[in-house]
């Protein structure tokens, strides 16, 4: 954060009481010589510290006034570590009773602060206590430099639980409010500065800060504005904050929309951000969208300032977790944005907010699917999806599975080639990247179409093709890549395609494999499996993943009998091909593919599911 506002005036002229101790003569006959030669001076060390430091244990106050004085103007030109030797005449003058000395005092402590090794040792010499007494005065100059320091010291992360445990965040709240904007301004950074850990924050919402924050983001000034918008959105970061806030400030979202209009950056950046964190709750992402929050967030994904698309893409992410969301954000025009941005390679975060956006937009509604795929953002990215990063391709294979689940786009996907690049990334180095394009493979394989002919083009390539892709697959440790593989393999030859039949037949290591599994014994005891569906709100067929091995393995077997009867070699390799579930038959065959998945590999069986399901 910036430098804190400073309320340390002008030096005045002394009149000393004519009875001074010969020491304190000295001391300031010295002090005068070294002022005249500052710039060539170091006042830290030696005699001139010397000089400063018997004027401050003076008990002449203006001695202490200029010594506190002397101390300001020298900090506000140099700044550097100083040791105890330094700190303890400034502590000193703190305890004064002289509201000048203890302006002058905070003041020359808040620019002794701005060094980090400072922070530590200002602390652990007990610089709070004065400083919270100061943080108490009825002098709002005294308040303003005081409120300062402690802003200055909370940047360092070793002083923010002794700070919060010192007493300081009653003060520091109460002082938000203040009419004095030096102060306002002081204190809200100090509680900014105090929400980057979760004890802290409990802290603050303890000590009432909540609805201080919340009242000035109103505020005139974007400093303010800036600092309370920052310390709600860490503040809601935390699920127990969220509810609090839900629950006691109805008018937060509609501020923070507004301040998505305002003239700062800065503060456009951290209002969508405070949005974002908000809108990992189901209350807030229908609140963003009923309170229109969606045309500036519109606006700043056109922005040219990084932090703002970023910001922005994070809170529609988010939002668009909400079926309810997606037909208004597509209605609102964030199609075409949202697929600009799957090419904005200065920046992965904003690619996959992008991406994981228009899965979320596709996940409901055959309508929105289509508007997606018409908008042009498979063609995007087919054209990317091979260069990007790994993050990246796992959300765009992803995408790629829940729109495969439309019977109706399906011949259109597969006409766009999309299988030419799914394939290779079923032997990508990342595991989700894999499982997602065999997923995205196995929906596209269910009803596609009444000609299969996009399969057999892309049997042996490319990168070996389809076939590699199920050798690879079939093989795999992983029940759940299995699972996939004998799923699409049964899909595939239930579309009775002579050529696809023939090229999954006439393929030795393919049917060895699949012998293999359908040796295995069948399962022990009944559960769903891969292909049992239930409807979803929108009546699309969704898939759940009971977690059981021994049944994943079991109906992996059964599917692998399925493909030895259809391929006629059922009779003569096995004669148990009643354990074949009726559930992967006529009019019960499902449009995705999941796994029943144990418990080795669970991001990826997520994200899987995810993909396969449609799921958000």
Not at 161 to 179: D, E, V
Not at 429 to 447: F, T
């Amino acid at each position: 954060m910036g430098g804190v506002s400073s309320c340390c005036g002008p030096r005045r002229k002394n009149n000393y009481e004519p009875l001074l101790l010969e020491n304190e003569r000295e001391a300031v006959a010295d002090l005068l010589q070294y002022l005249e030669n500052r710039s060539t001076t170091n006042f830290f060390s030696g005699s001139p510290l010397a000089a400063l430091t018997t004027l401050s244990f003076s008990d002449n106050v203006d001695l202490q006034r200029s010594a506190a004085l002397a101390f300001a103007e020298i900090t506000e030109k140099e700044v550097r570590e100083v040791g105890r030797d330094t700190l303890d005449p400034v502590l000193y003058l703190l305890t004064s009773h002289d509201h000048e000395v203890q302006r002058a005092a905070s003041a020359a402590l808040g620019n002794l602060a701005v060094n980090a090794e400072n922070k530590l040792l200002i602390v652990s010499l007990g610089g709070l206590e004065p400083l919270i007494r100061q943080m108490l005065s009825s002098n709002v100059e005294v308040q303003c430099n005081a409120v300062g320091c402690i802003t200055n010291l909370a940047t360092h992360d070793e002083n923010k639980t002794q700070i919060a445990k010192s007493g300081a965040l009653i003060p520091l709240t109460r002082l938000a409010k203040s009419k004095d904007m030096r102060v306002q301004r002081n204190a809200t950074g100090a509680l900014l500065n105090m929400t980057h850990s979760d004890e802290n924050r409990q802290q603050l919402v303890a000590a009432g800060a909540i609805p201080v924050l919340v009242s000035l983001l109103n505020s005139p000034d974007t400093d303010v504005q800036y600092y309370c918008t920052t310390a709600l959105s860490n503040i809601a970061v935390d699920g127990t904050n969220r509810k609090r806030l839900a629950a006691s400030e109805p008018k937060l979202v509609q501020s923070l929309v507004q301040l998505m209009d305002s003239q700062s950056l800065k503060v456009q950046c951290q209002a969508a951000l405070a949005l974002r964190n908000l809108a990992s709750d189901e209350k807030y992402q229908l609140e963003i969208v009923k309170f229109d929050g969606l045309k500036p967030l519109l606006r700043l994904l056109h922005s040219s300032y990084l932090p703002l698309i970023l910001s922005a893409a994070a809170c529609v992410r988010n939002v668009s977790i909400h079926p309810a969301n997606e037909s208004p954000i597509i209605d609102s025009g964030f199609l075409q944005p949202l697929i600009e941005l799957l090419s904005f390679d200065e920046n992965e975060e904003v690619q996959c907010h992008a991406i994981s956006t228009l899965r979320n937009l596709a996940a409901s509604s055959e309508r929105n699917k289509g508007a997606i795929v018409e908008a042009g953002a498979v063609e995007r990215i087919k054209e990317l999806v091979l260069t990007v990063p790994l993050a990246v391709q796992s959300e765009m294979t992803a995408c790629v599975a829940v729109l495969a689940l439309s019977d109706d786009l399906k011949p259109q996907l597969l006409e766009m080639g999309i299988c030419e690049v799914l394939i290779p990334l079923t032997n990508s180095s990342s595991v989700e990247v894999q499982g997602n394009s065999a997923a995205a493979l196995g929906n596209l394989s269910s009803k596609a179409a009444e000609d299969y002919a996009p399969f057999n083009a892309v049997w042996n390539k490319p990168d070996g093709g389809l076939h590699a892709y199920l050798v690879r697959f079939l093989s795999s440790a992983d029940i759940t890549f299995q699972h996939i593989a004998v799923w699409t393999i049964v899909q595939l030859l239930e579309a009775e395609d002579d050529q696809l039949t023939n090229n999954i037949r006439s393929s030795p290591i393919l049917m060895s494999s699949i012998r293999q599994l359908a040796a295995s014994p069948p399962p022990s005891r009944g559960g769903r499996g891969i292909n049992e569906v239930s409807q979803g709100s929108e009546g699309e067929e969704d898939y759940e993943d009971d977690g059981l091995d021994g049944e994943g393995e079991g109906e992996i077997a059964t599917l692998a009998r399925r493909i030895l009867d259809l391929t006629e070699d059922g009779a003569r390799d096995i004669n148990d091909g009643s354990h074949f579930s009726t559930h992967h038959q006529g009019e019960n065959s499902t449009s995705g593919v999941a796994g029943s998945l144990g418990s080795e590999h669970a991001a990826l069986r997520a994200s899987v599911h995810r993909a396969l399901s449609g799921g958000h």
